[in-house]
């Protein structure tokens, strides 16, 4: 429920925006275009394909939580017409603390790590099946968070929706709370 929350709250933001921030802008907008289609930018720091269709975020936001007891981080990227999320959550186990976050992750994979993915494309009940390849989880005010991901999300009527060729590279900032 907290991601489709997150989804809905960003693309209540990008709707907002513009995306042209000016020079010198500090607002995160990770710049590009909706589908692919502004002469600025042919792809953004953090785009993906949605059924073939190209998508430059302009709001592209990551977060980071270390501690003890897990390892935790998530993207939200979106442009006016599309949104993805996803997480990998490494909790500590037996008492031991949890593993880095790193490498090649899936959704309903086995061991530890908890992986999620949303995209606004999917129906309430849509099966999913996702790839994530986690190159830097990012540092909070240092090395940017920065990898790759996909997903086949299969709605509920039985059709497909396919996000390929995504790549991502944001600042990450710490969860509070």
């Known amino acids: 429920m907290m991601k489709s929350a997150w989804i809905a709250a960003l693309l209540l933001a990008v709707v907002a925006c513009d995306g042209d921030d000016g020079p010198g802008s500090s607002s995160g907008v990770d710049g590009g275009a909706v589908g692919g289609t502004d002469a600025r930018a042919s792809m953004a720091a953090t785009h993906w394909k949605e059924d073939g269709v190209l998508h430059n975020a ?35 186990v037996g008492g031991n603390p949890p593993g880095a976050i790193g490498g090649d992750y899936s959704c309903g994979g086995t061991g530890t790590a908890q992986v999620i993915f949303s995209s606004n494309v999917e129906d309430t009940n849509a099966m999913q099946a996702c ?47």
């Open 131 to 177: 790839t994530m390849h986690i190159t830097s989880p990012g540092v909070v005010g240092g090395a940017h968070a920065s990898g790759t991901f996909s997903a086949t999300i299969t709605l509920v009527g039985g059709a497909k929706k396919q996000i390929t060729e995504g790549v991502f590279d944001v600042a990450v900032q710490a969860i509070s709370g």
């Open 58 to 92: 302009i709001v592209a936001i990551g977060t980071r939580q270390s501690t003890a007891q897990i390892e935790f981080m998530q993207v939200v990227a979106s442009d006016a017409g599309s949104g993805i999320s996803f997480a990998v959550s490494l909790p500590g």
